[in-house]
T-cell receptor, first 112, second 115 residues
């Protein structure tokens, strides 16, 4: 079945550590997105990519980095510069910008 | 500015009854899509229904239907014959015309279903 796979489901970060969240899709979608969800708030865009080897900052990109070396993969790195990383992270993809986005199951990141 | 407003933080419905969740939005675009997503306790984000703005006919997906009022920029979701599995957070959303079509979400409505 086609879909989006995020891993790990739970992740813990130590002080000063960078961690990487994986996102893989087999839907042949061009566009991929990373959102952050905090309790009581809607989703906020971190980064997006519309084509391989190109990506753009979203609304809250500080402290995060991404790469898009393959169409299927869009990993997100939470760097030590992100001082409040505890949140639920959702990866999504779509065929074009105005089409419905399909989401992965998410990764919950916490601080040790 | 493009915004989405869900004015009902929480709603409750009796099993087998009907409930309507409200959503208003603001955009200067004339052609766009609107979506309702469901997020159950598992936190997975699931597309419930979509509406294309240029279509006057309201979208329907089994027990889920919308009341789309383009002039009023209103997009409510009606759930008929509510089931226990419908309990979830519901988000209204539409793709922005910039930032690669990022989804602009409302704050969500938490729906509980009473047996």
């Amino acid at each position: 079945d086609g879909g989006i796979t995020q891993s790990p489901k739970y992740l813990f970060r130590k002080e000063g550590q960078n961690v990487t969240l994986s996102c893989e899709q087999n839907l042949n979608h061009d566009a991929m997105y990373w959102y952050r969800q905090d309790p009581g708030q809607g989703l906020r865009l971190i980064y997006y990519s519309q084509i391989v080897n190109d990506f753009q900052k979203g609304d809250i990109a500080e402290g995060y980095s991404v790469s898009r070396e393959k169409k299927e993969s869009f990993p997100l790195t939470v760097t030590s510069a992100q001082k409040n990383p505890t949140a639920f992270y959702l990866c999504a993809s779509s065929t074009r910008g105005n089409q419905p986005q399909h989401f992965g199951d998410g990764t919950r990141l916490s601080i040790l | 500015a493009q915004t989405v407003t869900q004015s009902q933080p929480e709603m409750s419905v009796q099993e087998a009854e009907t409930v309507t969740l409200s959503c208003t939005y603001d955009t200067s675009e004339s052609d766009y899509y609107l979506f309702w997503y469901k997020q159950p306790p598992s936190r997975q984000m699931i597309l419930v229904i979509r509406q294309e703005a240029y279509k006057q006919q309201n979208a329907t997906e089994n027990r889920f239907s919308v009341n789309f009022q383009k002039a009023a920029k209103s997009f409510s979701l009606k759930i008929s014959d509510s089931q226990l599995g419908d309990a979830a957070m519901y988000f209204c959303a539409f793709p922005s015309y910039n930032q690669g079509g990022k989804l602009i979400f409302g704050q969500g409505t938490e729906l509980s279903v009473k047996p």
